[in-house]
């Protein structure tokens, strides 16, 4: 036991969980402390008295979507505003139990998840990567995943960290030709995010090259009944099983495109051409780069690490691609590629050159600094 508890204070993965969480908090609060605030216009509507709690501290890292995970968490899902239903019920259920515990601290309770979530994926990354890459290719991976340009959502009351744990549990499982137990966390996670459904054609695939395949796929199977919770949920509570599926056209305007995942790239090129501001252009240009950056990405882990990592990767871009926004394409992809862990292990697979590596940790770190500095005034990150 002893030398067990050795080990764990000497992981890499834990120790880069400290202190980038560390250096995280101390530039959010320096922000709110030092410049002057320069909310986005926007920033009003979304504010709410649910996410000022403790004071700054904990506050700051709770904005934008944060309310209405918090809604859930307080109130339960309702059928006005039905964009309530966007928001999968795993990650504010356990934030409703969690701040009911702290004494209706939802917002601490909400961090505190998340915290605990972030540290579990660290340490899955670490164990998976290492397998691929060797000890120092998997300390890469978990870094680039520390100083990712979104990797401040980690630790805010966003479920970014808690589906990220599921889906590499899901696949250290698989790996591990343990199905029932991937089965279990696969439903978990799309109990967590709508996205969590490309778990299942990389994990099929997985389950299909088994030794004894029929009882490893009826294993991973048992994750459709757990995802049904879901819709169950919704008939009892606001008798709408589906309503999840119109949920994204209220206030984020997103629609599926005729084209697919195609149809919203295109629309994230055309918009760089349309008449808008000058703030909506450099949101567009970003996101885009981003998600171009990611494809190439995803392309690359197939090629490397086979297909089951390249599929889940790719069904995981083409799902919110498939359903654009109007105003902004491709609005938030740069947060959704922050928990598709194929695109880590590509990159600690490259920064094994030193050029390289340096190149990608200076510019994702001061990409992630900005964002941290945005993130705190109340700009709009991701």
Known sequence: ?????????????????????????????????????????????????????????????????????????????????????????????????????????????????????CAVAFVLLQRLARERLGEEGAVRAVLYLAIFPTALFLQAVYSESLYLALVLAAFLLADRSRFLGAGVATGLAMLTRPVGIALLPALALLAWRAEDRRRALLRLAVSIPIAAAYPLLLSAWIDEPFAFLRAQEGIWNRELSPAGPLGGLWEGIAVLFADRSSRDLALNVQQLAFTLAFLALALAAWRRFGAPYGLFALVSLAVPLSFPSERWPLLSMSRFGLVLFPLLLVLAALGSRPRLHSALTTVSAALLGVAVVQWALWQWVA
């Open 1 to 117: 036991m002893g030398q067990r508890l050795r080990s764990a204070r000497r992981s890499p993965a834990l120790e880069i969980f400290l202190w980038s969480r560390i250096a995280l908090w101390l530039a959010a609060v320096f922000a709110l402390l030092v410049f002057e605030p320069s909310r986005h216009p926007d920033a009003d509507r979304w504010d709410s008295p649910r996410l000022h709690e403790l004071g700054a501290g904990v506050d700051v890292w709770a904005r934008w979507d944060s309310d209405w995970y918090l809604r859930i968490a307080e109130h339960g899902y309702s059928g006005a505003p039905s964009s309530t239903t966007a928001f999968f019920p795993l990650y504010p259920g356990l934030v409703a139990l969690l701040g009911r515990l702290l004494a209706g601290h939802y917002v601490l309770a909400g961090v505190l998840l998340s915290l605990a979530a």
